[in-house]
C-alpha cells in the first residue's frame, strides 16, 4: 500500500505545474545561440552536421539555467568543453563494444560522483554522458573525432559569447537571494504580530550566504548593495523575536503588545520595501505611516526593559533598511576590499582552485552508504545495462534507452522516480505534435531547422516550470533534428518512445535494487542537529560568560553549523516522507514532534544571541557552568538518539538547580528565563524520542536474536571448515 500511495504522489509530482517567474528573454538569448550553429552549419556543411552541432550548443543554453552563483559565461564555456571532450572520446572508443562500454561505464561513475560537488555539477556531468551516447556520425580516426568534438565545443562558446555581448539582468541571482532573505524576515515579523512564538525557516539566509561568497574577480564588480544587507536580516530576526516573545520581550496583552505590534508592522513594510529596491536595483517606496511609527518618544514609551531594548535596536536597525530602500542602485561597482581577500568577501575558489576542493568532496562520498555513490553505481549500470540491451533491440538509436536513464536519475527516490513519469509523459506529447507537424509538412531542413529553434526556445522558457513540460519541447525539438538531418520520422518516433520507456524503467528498477533510503538515517541526521543545536546555545551562553570577540566569532560558527545540521535534517525528513519504507527507529509522530522541539531549543538560544553583552560588557560567569553542561548533555543525548535510548538531561538539571541557588543568578532573570526555555525544549525532545520499556524490550530481542544468529551461523562456518 506504501509503494501505491508513494507511487501515486510520484506521479502527481511529475506531472506538477511549479509557480515560477519565466524567463523569456533568457531562454530568447539562449535559443539564438542554439539558432546560430545550426544555421551556419546548414548554410556551410549540411543537416545532419547541424543536428550534431546543435548538440552543445543546447546542453551549454541548458547548463546556464541550473542554480549556481559562477557568472552564466563560465558554466556555458564549462558545459561545452565538457561536452566536447566526452563526445571526443566517446567517438573514438565507438566502433567497438569492447573498447565503449568500459568507457561507458567509467563515465558514468564519475559523473554521478559529480554530485558530490552539487547538483549543478551532478546535472551539467549527466549531459556529457548524453553526449557520448549521441552519437549522430561515427569518425574512424582522430581528425574527425577532433572536428565534431570542436564543433560542439563551439556551441558551448557561442553561448558564452552571446552572454558576454547582451547581459539580461547581471547579478539578478545573488540580488534575488538578498531580496529572499530579507522579505523572509518580513514575512517573519508580520507573522510574530499573531503567534509570538512563530518558527523561522533559515533556508534563505543560507542561500543569501551561499550566493555572497565571490571570487576576487566577481568582488571587483559586485554592486554595492550586494554587501551589508544580508548581514541587516541577520541581526533583525534575533531582535524581533525577542520583542514578539511574551516571556522576554512586550508583555502578552496591552499598551505593551500594542506597540509591539505597531513596530512588527512597520519592520515588514520596510524590509519588503528594502527587497523590492534590491530586487529590482531601484529605490521603492515605504508608507509614511511605517516610518511615523520609529519615532520613539522617551517620556511616552509603553515598553520596558529588554522589550524597551530591543525596540530601541529594531528602530537603528530598520534605520538602515530605510537607507537601502532610498538610495539602492542598479549601477556602482563595489570598492576594492582592502587587505586579503577573506577580510573582504566570502571566498568562492576560482574554477582552477576548485579542483581539490572537488577530490575531497568526491573523496568524502566515496564510502558504501553514501546515496551519491550509490547513485553513481546506479547510474553506471543502468546506462551500461540500458546500451546493450537496446543495441540488442531491432529498433534504431539505441542510444536513447541509456540517455533517458541518465537524463532521470538522482541521488533519491523521489526525484528519480517523479523525472521518469515526467520524462515519459513529456516525450509522448512532445513526439507526436512534432510527428504531426513533419508528417503534414514533408522533408524541409530549412523549415525544420527553424521549428527545432522555436521548439529549444520553448523547452528553456518552461525549464522551471516542471520537467515534463520542458521534455516535451526537448522531444520536438529532436524529432525536428532528426527531420532536418533527413531520416524518416517513423522510423525514429517509435523507436524514441519505446527506448525512452526502457530506459525510465531500467532507472526507475535501479533504485529499487540498489536503494539509498532515506528513513533509516533520520536518528543520525537529528541527533546531528541535536549537537549543533547543543553547541550553538553553549556558544551563546559563552558570550555572556565572558564577552569577547573571539566568543563571539564562536557563536556564529556555531550558529552557521546548526542551520547546515537543521538544512540535512529537513532535507532528509522531506525525502522520508515520500519513500515507500516503514520508519525504522523514528516514527513520523516522534520526528515531528523531535523536530518542533528542536526548533525551539534553537529558538531559545536566538533570543538570547539578540542581547549578548559587547566585547567590553557586563559578564555573567554562572552561564559557564549550564553552557558546559547543556554542551556535554546534548553530545551524549545524540549518541543516545542514534543509538535508540532515551536522552538524559541529568548535567543541565544539576546546574540550573545550582545557577538558582547562587546570588549572582538573581542579578540575570532574563538570561536566566532563557536558559528555563532552553531545558523546556530538552525535555520536549526527551519526551518525543523517548521509547516505552515494551519497545526496548521488544528491540532488545530482536538484538539478542541477531546476535543468536550470527554466532550459529559462526559456529556452523567453523565446523565445516574442520570437517
Given at each position: ?80 568543453v ?12 565507438a ?19 559529480a ?8 546535472t551539467?556531468?549527466?549531459t ?47 540580488r ?12 517573519y ?42 548581514g ?43 527587497a ?13 505611516g ?9 517620556e ?40 586579503p ?18 577530490v575531497r ?46 537524463m532521470?536519475?538522482r ?24 510527428t ?99 553547541r ?50 523514528l ?6 514532534a ?62 540550573l ?14 538570561v ?7 531545558r ?36 556452523s ?7
Amino acid at each position: 500500500m506504501r509503494w501505491l500511495r508513494s507511487f501515486s504522489e510520484v506521479v502527481r509530482s511529475g506531472l506538477t505545474i511549479e509557480e515560477t517567474r519565466l524567463e523569456p528573454l533568457l531562454a530568447l538569448r539562449t535559443a539564438t545561440g542554439v539558432a546560430l550553429v545550426i544555421g551556419l552549419a546548414l548554410w556551410l556543411v549540411s543537416p545532419a552536421y547541424a543536428a550534431s552541432a546543435a548538440l552543445g550548443a543546447y546542453a551549454a543554453g541548458g547548463a546556464t539555467f541550473q542554480r549556481t552563483w559562477r557568472p552564466r559565461k563560465v558554466i556555458a564555456l564549462g558545459a561545452g568543453v565538457s561536452l566536447a571532450v566526452s563526445t571526443f572520446v566517446g567517438y573514438l572508443a565507438a566502433g567497438q563494444l569492447v573498447t565503449f562500454l568500459p568507457l561507458l561505464v567509467v563515465w558514468s561513475f564519475a559523473a554521478g560522483m559529480a554530485w558530490a560537488v552539487g547538483p549543478t555539477a551532478g546535472t551539467i556531468a549527466a549531459t556529457t554522458v548524453g553526449g557520448m551516447l549521441v552519437t549522430i556520425t561515427l569518425p574512424t580516426s582522430v581528425g574527425p573525432a577532433l572536428e565534431h568534438a570542436g564543433v560542439v565545443a563551439l556551441g558551448g562558446v557561442t553561448q558564452a559569447v552571446l552572454i558576454l555581448l547582451f547581459p539580461i539582468r547581471r547579478w539578478g541571482a545573488h540580488r534575488d537571494a538578498l531580496a529572499d532573505a530579507l522579505a523572509a524576515v518580513a514575512d517573519y515579523a508580520r507573522r510574530l504580530r499573531h503567534d509570538p512564538t512563530a518558527p523561522f525557516d533559515p533556508e534563505p539566509l543560507m542561500t543569501a550566504r551561499d550566493a555572497a561568497g565571490v571570487t576576487p574577480a566577481q568582488a571587483r564588480t559586485r554592486p554595492p548593495v550586494l554587501h551589508g544587507p544580508r548581514g541587516l536580516a541577520e541581526r533583525i530576526r534575533p531582535v524581533v523575536a525577542t520583542l514578539a516573545d511574551p516571556h522576554v520581550g512586550a508583555p502578552a496583552e496591552g499598551p505593551g503588545r500594542d506597540r509591539a505590534r505597531e513596530l512588527l508592522d512597520a519592520t515588514a513594510d520596510i524590509l519588503d520595501a528594502a527587497a523590492r529596491s534590491i530586487r529590482r536595483g531601484a529605490p521603492a517606496e515605504v508608507r509614511p505611516g511605517s516610518t511615523d511609527v520609529l519615532r520613539v518618544d522617551e517620556e511616552h514609551e509603553v515598553l520596558e526593559g529588554p522589550a524597551r531594548q530591543a525596540a530601541q535596536r529594531l528602530v537603528e536597525l530598520l534605520g538602515e533598511a530605510l537607507e537601502i530602500a532610498g538610495s539602492c542602485s542598479a549601477r556602482g561597482r563595489s570598492p576594492k576590499p582592502s587587505g586579503p581577500p577573506a577580510a573582504g568577501f566570502l571566498v568562492r575558489p576560482t574554477m582552477f582552485r576548485l579542483v581539490p576542493v572537488v577530490v575531497r568532496a568526491v573523496r568524502r562520498e566515496l564510502r558504501h552508504d553514501s546515496p551519491v555513490f550509490r547513485h553513481a553505481v546506479r547510474l553506471a549500470v543502468a546506462a551500461t545495462l540500458g546500451y546493450v540491451i537496446a543495441t540488442r533491440l531491432p529498433l534504431g538509436h539505441g542510444y536513447w534507452a541509456p540517455l533517458a536513464s541518465v537524463m532521470v536519475m538522482r541521488p533519491d527516490f523521489h526525484q528519480t522516480y517523479a523525472r521518469a513519469v515526467a520524462r515519459l509523459a513529456g516525450t509522448l506529447a512532445g513526439v507526436a505534435l512534432a510527428t504531426g507537424i513533419v508528417w503534414a509538412m514533408g522533408p524541409n531542413a530549412q523549415v525544420f531547422g527553424a521549428l527545432a529553434v522555436v521548439s529549444v526556445g520553448l523547452s528553456y522558457t518552461l525549464i522551471r516550470t516542471g520537467y515534463a513540460y520542458s521534455q516535451c519541447f526537448t522531444a520536438a525539438y529532436v524529432v525536428f533534428l532528426l527531420g532536418m538531418g533527413g531520416q524518416a520520422w517513423e522510423q525514429t518516433v517509435p523507436d524514441r518512445v519505446a527506448l525512452t520507456l526502457l530506459g525510465g524503467a531500467l532507472a526507475m528498477l535501479a533504485y529499487v535494487v540498489f536503494p539509498a533510503w532515506e528513513t533509516p538515517r533520520l536518528p543520525g541526521r537529528l541527533a546531528d542537529w541535536l549537537a549543533a543545536n547543543g553547541r550553538y546555545a553553549a556558544a551563546v551562553l559563552r558570550s555572556y560568560a565572558e564577552p569577547s570577540q573571539k566568543h563571539r566569532a564562536d557563536m556564529r560558527r556555531a550558529l552557521l553549523a546548526s542551520r547546515e545540521a537543521r538544512a540535512a535534517w529537513q532535507e532528509g525528513y522531506d525525502q522520508a516522507r515520500r519513500e515507500p519504507v516503514r520508519p525504522r527507529g523514528l516514527t513520523s509522530r516522534q520526528a515531528q514532534a523531535a523536530q518542533e522541539a528542536l526548533e525551539g531549543l534553537g529558538r531559545a538560544a536566538m533570543l538570547m544571541e539578540s542581547h549578548v553583552p559587547r566585547a567590553d560588557g557586563r559578564s555573567f560567569p554562572e552561564a559557564e557552568q549550564f553552557a558546559d553542561a547543556l554542551e556535554t548533555d546534548t553530545a551524549q543525548a545524540a549518541v543516545d538518539v542514534r543509538e535508540h535510548r532515551n536522552p538524559d538531561w541529568g548535567r543541565v538539571e544539576e546546574a540550573l538547580r545550582a545557577w538558582e541557588d547562587t546570588t549572582a543568578g538573581n542579578r540575570s532573570p532574563v538570561v536566566r528565563r532563557e536558559a528555563e526555555m532552553q531545558r523546556r525544549a530538552l525535555e520536549d525532545l526527551a519526551t518525543a524520542v523517548s521509547r516505552t520499556p515494551l519497545e526496548r524490550d521488544v528491540d532488545s530481542a530482536r538484538e539478542e536474536g541477531r546476535m543468536l544468529a550470527a554466532v550459529a551461523a559462526d559456529g556452523s562456518g567453523t565446523a565445516h571448515r574442520m570437517g
